[in-house]
Nanobody
Framework: QLRLAVSGGGLVQPGDSLRVSCATS????????VAWYRQAPGKPREWVAS????????AYRDSLKGRFTISRDNAKNTVYLQMNRLEPEDTAAYFC????????????????????WGQGTQVTVSS
């Protein structure tokens, strides 16, 4: 059983950077693959990035490559999403999700693949 806690959201200006975190308050995240999703108001949830359990494999939504970086620190049971050069279009609630299989898939993973979800943290990019 995992209980995921997402933190780090906030209000930033266009061009700023922000890092959101996904940590466990219950359970061991280090054996799970983790993904970040986001959902903007009135839009469907969309996949952002994934990382395998050891961190050796990562995948990104094509439109976010080069600006977003997913990483993890298994000693801290935490997965991060570093977001640079933020744009108003990045405004959304950001969620993390954990997959007990530990590996990531090619392409966009279906949300049904994930066993546990954290609550969202709001990221608002506005001048």
């Amino acid at each position: 059983q995992l209980r995921l806690a997402v933190s780090g959201g906030g209000l930033v200006q266009p061009g700023d950077s922000l890092r959101v975190s996904c940590a466990t308050s219950e359970g061991n995240l280090s054996t799970y693959a983790v993904a970040w999703y986001r959902q903007a108001p009135g839009k469907p949830r969309e996949w952002v990035a994934s990382i395998s359990w050891r961190g050796g494999n990562t995948a990104y939504r094509d439109s976010l490559k080069g600006r977003f970086t997913i990483s993890r620190d298994n000693a801290k049971n935490t997965v991060y999403l570093q977001m640079n050069r933020l744009e108003p279009e990045d405004t959304a609630a950001y969620f993390c999700a954990a997959d007990r299989r530990g590996t990531i898939v090619n392409g966009v993973p279906p949300p049904s693949r994930f066993d546990f979800w954290g609550q969202g943290t709001q990221v608002t990019v506005s001048s």
